[in-house]
């Protein structure tokens, strides 16, 4: 079955430390995986994708992620995050860039000073 | 350019009731697709468009129906409502096989 999990519901972290959200996935064919972040009452912002060729990619808003087929893996990483930061995050997969896409649940993110 | 729009912001409705959410796909795309954000989930594929003959639908009833227009804007249409029904309708545009742009959603309450 097709499936996206984000094993973490809600992360707490400080102004200015590191940040890493987990995602991975389930999904027969070569996987096209996004991460998006929403706003409270928003939609959905794209912040990075991977088609193919290099597995780490970089993304707006200083974020970056690393696909590892070997793990099923799709990580969310920012070395030092920033109050605006807070949001959710959904990670999600698709066979093409616009197929149906397949989302996690999401992870929430709050930020402290 | 202008983004991806939808309309209504909010809509209440009670249940038995139709409604009837619309989206602007953002300029020169030619597919749209439909997903419902239930409170605390991921958003779920409805169906998608493209160049206005229905190109895939998930796990959804039939009481789900859409439309696509020459201009590619889209209707979502929910018949018989239910409570369930309650839920963030997201809309996103794509041309060809490029990402998806998302709108801000239409929240839809079912009393």
């Known amino acids: 079955a097709q499936s996206v999990t984000q094993p973490d519901i809600h992360i707490t972290v400080s102004e200015g430390a590191s940040l890493e959200l987990r995602c991975n996935y389930s999904?027969?064919?070569?996987?096209?995986l996004f991460w998006y972040v929403q706003s409270p009452g928003q939609g959905l912002q794209l912040l990075l994708k991977?088609?193919?060729?290099?597995?780490l990619v970089q993304g707006i808003k200083g974020f970056e992620a690393e696909f590892k087929r070997s793990q099923s893996s799709f990580n969310l990483r920012k070395p030092s995050v920033h109050w605006s930061d807070a949001a959710e995050y959904f990670c999600?997969?698709?066979?093409?860039?616009?197929?149906?896409?397949?989302f996690g649940t999401g992870t929430r993110l709050q930020v402290f000073p | 350019e202008t983004g991806v729009t939808q309309s209504p912001t909010h809509l209440i409705k009670t249940r038995g009731q139709q409604v009837t959410l619309r989206c602007s796909s953002q300029?020169?795309?030619?597919?749209v697709s439909w997903y419902q954000q239930a409170l605390g989930q991921g958003p779920q594929f409805i169906f998608q468009?493209?160049?206005?003959?229905?190109?895939g639908r998930g796990n959804f009833p039939p009481r789900f129906s859409g439309l696509q227009f020459p201009n590619y804007s889209s209707e979502l249409n929910v018949n018989a409502l239910e409570l369930d029904d309650s839920a963030l309708y997201l809309c996103?545009?794509?041309?060809?096989?490029?990402?998806?742009?998302f709108g801000p959603g239409t929240r839809l309450t079912v009393l």
């Open positions: 996103a545009s794509s041309l060809d096989d490029s990402e998806q742009f």
């Open positions: 991977y088609f193919s060729g290099d597995t």
């Open positions: 468009y493209y160049r206005e003959e229905e190109n």
């Open positions: 999904y027969g064919a070569t996987p096209y």
């Open positions: 999600a997969v698709g066979a093409r860039g616009t197929d149906k896409l397949i």
């Open positions: 300029s020169g795309h030619n597919t």
